[in-house]
Nanobody, 125 residues
Framework: QVQLVESGGGSVQAGGSLTLSCTES????????VGWFRQAPGKEREGVAS????????YYADSVKGRFTISQDNAKTTKYLQMNSLKSEDTGTYYC??????????????????WGKGTLVTISS
């Protein structure tokens, strides 16, 4: 069974930085598409960024473009979300998700098959 485990959440002041990690396990092959999503209290979940594992093609939501960077390690089993210039509106639980079937043809709209349990990010102003 594929597992995704997020780490790196925490509390920082506005303007600060955090790096989240998502490590996958339990599969013979790496997931072709991995995305980061977030959900703020009382709001719907939104897609933040995605990366197609094979090509490295990335997608970013407009709200984080220029501030967040998604990347992967050489083994392509760990995905990172580098978050800079954090704002209070970036507060929320961040989830890692993966598609086992396709590359991220639709960015974060790509249907995801597996989800992590999330890591909390709190930005104080």
């Amino acid at each position: 069974q594929v597992q995704l485990v997020e780490s790196g959440g925490g509390s920082v002041q506005a303007g600060g930085s955090l790096t989240l990690s998502c490590t996958e396990s339990g599969s013979f092959y790496t997931m072709p598409c991995v995305g980061w999503f977030r959900q703020a209290p009382g709001k719907e979940r939104e897609g933040v960024a995605s990366i197609s594992t094979g090509s490295g093609v990335t997608y970013y939501a407009d709200s984080v473009k220029g501030r967040f960077t998604i990347s992967q390690d050489n083994a392509k089993t760990t995905k990172y979300l580098q978050m800079n210039s954090l704002k209070s509106e970036d507060t929320g639980t961040y989830y890692c998700a993966a598609s086992a079937r396709t590359y991220c043809s639709g960015g974060t709209s790509t249907p995801m098959d597996y989800w992590g349990k999330g890591t909390l990010v709190t930005i104080s102003s």
